[in-house]
Nanobody, 124 residues
Framework: QVQVVESGGGLVQAGGSLRLSCAAS????????MGWFRQAPGKDREFVAA????????YYADSVKGRFTISRDNAKNTLYLQMSSLKPEDTAVYYC?????????????????WGQGTQVTVSS
């Protein structure tokens, strides 16, 4: 069973940047499709970005396209999310997710492992 742990959240002003990290253990990281999701207060958890196991193919929600970049370091078993030009509406708990069969998906039920989340707060 793969376990993932997020870090790097915090408080940032609008227009600022943050980089989230997700450390994976207990499995073969390079064989996993990895993704980021987020959940704002009172809202459903939503897809943010995903990256293929090859580290080349990436996918983004329209709301973050051009501002967020997902990447991975298979040698370090770590996933990243570089967030720039942050907006107050990006405020949410951000979750890392792993999927060992199939490609990326916006369906939460198709992801196999989840972290506990890291809070990102963007002030206006």
């Amino acid at each position: 069973q793969v376990q993932v742990v997020e870090s790097g959240g915090g408080l940032v002003q609008a227009g600022g940047s943050l980089r989230l990290s997700c450390a994976a253990s207990g499995g073969t990281f390079s064989s996993l499709t990895m993704g980021w999701f987020r959940q704002a207060p009172g809202k459903d958890r939503e897809f943010v970005a995903a990256i293929h196991r090859n580290g080349v193919s990436t996918y983004y929600a329209d709301s973050v396209k051009g501002r967020f970049t997902i990447s991975r370091d298979n040698a370090k078993n770590t996933l990243y999310l570089q967030m720039s030009s942050l907006k107050p509406e990006d405020t949410a708990v951000y979750y890392c997710a792993a999927r060992w069969r199939g490609g990326w998906s916006t369906n939460l039920n198709e992801w196999d492992s989840w972290g506990q989340g890291t809070q990102v707060t963007v002030s206006s």
